[in-house]
């Protein structure tokens, strides 16, 4: 690897609201990378003293600590973070989240070499003790270059945590969607728009641990997870010029998801209707 002067500088956006419990471990994986020039700027959602003592102990000049009034949601940190890096690449980190040591390090070459706007990774899930879970999902489908539609369709296979962008692409794309109605959903609204200007790809590496906990703000009912994916549709429909094909495809997934979680029974009719012999 190049020495640091050498190497283009990342800025991770670390959004925090009172968990320091799990942010000390975040900032370790974070200035533990492979890839030494990074700079990682913490933004607490309202000022918190135990937050700013962990980034005070962790005693890097590569990593500091800000914080915005409180919004009750990520994205306003988040642009806070934006607005104040430095980087030729940019990066979120959740405050829960963990990197594996040669995250940055595999993506950075991807952009600087490829037609890519952004990089996103697999990822693995762990519990609130940081152990691996069972249950993963299987994004294999996804390896490779990808676009608005491909990501559109999905019900979403980009962690937030994983994502590598070009400052060429924040320039494009904007801030973080500051709308209150898209809390637990403005990153797959950022990413979309992000997507409508460039191409993307999804390493097969799981680079990047996402922590499932009591605390997340995705724990939400089914019900509630379709309104609020209702809204991110109708504000996608109307930011972006989406074809009427795909808007009537989306509308038909996103009401099948919430019956096929809603009423189990629902999907193994649909397969039997699927798998049924035409006639004639």
């Known amino acids: 690897m190049k020495n640091d002067r050498a190497e283009p500088l990342v800025s991770v956006i670390v959004s925090t609201y009172q968990r320091p419990e799990f942010l000390g471990l975040t900032l370790a ?14 933004v607490s959602d309202g000022h918190d003293a135990a937050t700013e003592a962990v980034v005070s102990e962790l005693n890097d000049p590569r990593v500091t600590y800000c914080h915005t009034p409180h919004a009750g949601f990520p994205a306003v940190p988040r ?28 993506q950075v070459p991807v952009l600087q070499e490829g037609p890519y706007g952004m990089c996103t990774t697999d990822y693995d899930y762990v519990d609130e003790n940081g152990n691996t879970l069972a ?33 060429e692409m924040y320039e494009k794309t904007g801030d973080v969607n500051e709308d209150p109605e898209l809390r637990s959903h403005e990153d797959f609204e950022y990413w979309m728009r992000m997507l409508f200007q460039c ?6 590496q799981k680079l990047v641990s996402y922590r499932v906990h009591s605390g997340s703000i995705q724990r939400d009912t089914p019900w509630k997870v ?3 994916r209702l809204v991110l549709h109708r504000i996608l ?19 099948a998801h919430f019956l096929f979680d809603q009423y189990p029974w629902a999907k193994n009719v649909f397969r039997r209707i699927q798998n049924r012999p035409s006639s004639g």
């Open 29 to 42: 994986s974070i200035v533990a990378q492979t890839y030494k020039n990074v700079e990682a700027i913490v």
């Open 79 to 106: 642009n806070e973070g934006l607005r104040r890096s430095k980087g030729d690449f940019l990066a979120f980190c959740d405050d829960d989240d963990l990197w594996h040591p040669e995250k940055i390090a595999e």
């Open 135 to 167: 249950q993963q999902n299987c994004y294999d489908d996804y390896v490779g270059p990808i676009d608005w539609r491909t990501f559109y369709h999905s019900m979403g296979f980009i962690c937030n945590a994983a994502v590598l962008f070009t400052r």
């Open 199 to 204: 191409k993307g790809i999804f390493l097969k």
């Open 226 to 228: 379709y309104r609020k």
């Open 237 to 255: 429909k109307k930011r972006l010029d989406i074809p009427a094909t795909d808007d009537l495809r989306k509308k038909s997934k996103l009401l």
